[in-house]
């Protein structure tokens, strides 16, 4: 793709932090985002979201706060089919702009997985994703429910991208932070065929990519040794 900066194969995941575009503003505008651009962008349009179906007078909160729960649990599978199928297709090498497509969707992320720029997804690629997908939000939420069913996406894609950039680029002091960090770093580092849930393993052990292979069995020291082997 000709608006793509040059980006070679590596054999192996490096540090830094690259340039993805040849134009400058869209380099700045539409390649690097900070974790906080996510809470600050979205939760404003999830309250906004909540709001809307309160104020309808066949709500009540007890439903509300259901579909809002029943949003985020289907976020969870929505995440799970992105990253397996979209994120991780296998590009044609033949054909350039599948190789382009991958490295610009998912690809420039495993070459470069310690970028603190690349971790989470840029606003406006949330927002072309939400406009695909808002038929469907309609459809399971209804004329009144449609925008609250939104509003718990939106929370369980926050959740995910939070905890995406946190396993990454922090040090977890729970059992379950670390937990969750160690699986989706064994995503990176030994199997990025398997593993793909990053908020919860649940879809993983429902199809079968959730493995207990002799990777599963690292400690917290294994799995830091084995990124610092990258």
Known sequence: MFFLAPHPHLAKPRR????MFRI???????SRVKWWHVPLIWTPVAILCVRDTLLQPESTVG?????VAAGIAAWTLLEYVLH?????FAPNPAKTWQVDLHWLIHGIHHDYPWDPDRLVMPPFATLVLSLLLWPLFRAVGGPVYGTTFYAGVLLGYMTYDLLHYYVHHAVPTTAVGRWLRRYHLLHHFASPELRYGITTPLWDLVFGTAPRDKAAGLDDAGVSALEDSH
Do not use: Q
């Open 63 to 67: 439903l509300t706060a259901g579909v």
């Open 84 to 88: 397996r199928y979209l994120f991780h």
């Open 24 to 30: 400058d503003w869209v380099e700045t505008y539409f």
């Open 16 to 19: 830094g932090s690259p340039r």
